[in-house]
């Protein structure tokens, strides 16, 4: 089973950030949630949930764990304007960890440099900035290239569960 | 005087919006503020205010406007979603009209095509889009490159303020 990071900021969206978590500790893993601070509380994007992230990011060391999970809503860009969010980021990316980010979520990885000659999706107003960022962008509910899964949408969700659990196999 | 056309979208920043709105308006300029729906009542990002456009997208023509407003927060990545939204501000650029974009404001630029070798700033984390769009990006608190004037956050207004009325004399 595996430890799975999940980085949060402020205006996440809900079904995103919730039903891919349920799902994968379902399975079995253990999820992490690390904010910018411990215990702030964070804002769903629709109003309809708060979350109090249990670590801030100057407790965590990426060695600790095994995946990243990044949800969309507007949580990545606040996320990525943090450099030890950015730093701890890259860490996965080195050591070429799986790597889950739907809707906003590849916000982060521009941020990190960790999206050129990739295939990956994302929101439809992001791929813009995926692809001159380098990345070859496709618009399909889901994109597995390596260790990264991509999707755009919370329609995309059930897709998105689906490679992201093969990869924790 | 001039006729300014500012495009508002959910989670605008209530301040990079009104006070500039304001500073124009106190200077004899005529604002109109376009969403993408008439009348829908539109949130500002940090609960202080709400909006309701008094024209929808589908019910106005670049050519009635001589500069275009574009405040930041949540609002631009929203906008730039509709593309009606985005062949309007391509108008703009194409006829070299007075252009005024704070903090992610940018964003609706990137999505029109109007940044390549363009030298302006943005909100932190959107300098990245930018720069890999092919601006030439400076961290100041205002930017003037031609028919452009660009700032970064809300303690940038005044100077904000200050080159966007100069670019309406």
Chains 1, 2 share one sequence.
Not at 147 to 153: H, K, L
């Amino acid at each position: 089973m595996a430890k799975v990071a999940v980085v949060l900021g402020d205006l996440f969206n809900e079904d995103e950030y919730m039903k891919p978590k349920q799902a994968l500790e379902d399975a079995g893993h253990e999820l992490s949630v690390i904010g910018i601070e411990a215990g702030k509380e964070l804002k769903g994007e629709n109003g309809k949930t708060t979350e109090k992230p249990q670590f801030g990011i100057a407790d965590v060391n990426p060695h600790d764990y095994d995946a990243l999970f990044i949800p969309g809503g507007g949580s990545p860009d606040r996320l990525r304007a943090d450099e030890r969010m950015v730093s701890f980021t890259k860490d996965f990316l080195k050591h070429e960890k799986p790597v889950f980010a739907i809707c906003h979520g590849p916000q982060l990885l521009i941020t990190a440099d960790g999206v050129k000659g990739r295939k990956m999706t994302s929101w439809k107003t992001i791929q813009v900035d995926l692809k001159n960022a380098g990345a070859d962008v496709v618009d399909q509910e889901v994109i597995v290239d390596g260790n990264y899964v991509t999707s755009r949408q919370p329609a995309d969700i059930p897709a998105f569960i689906e490679k992201s659990l093969e990869k924790l196999q």
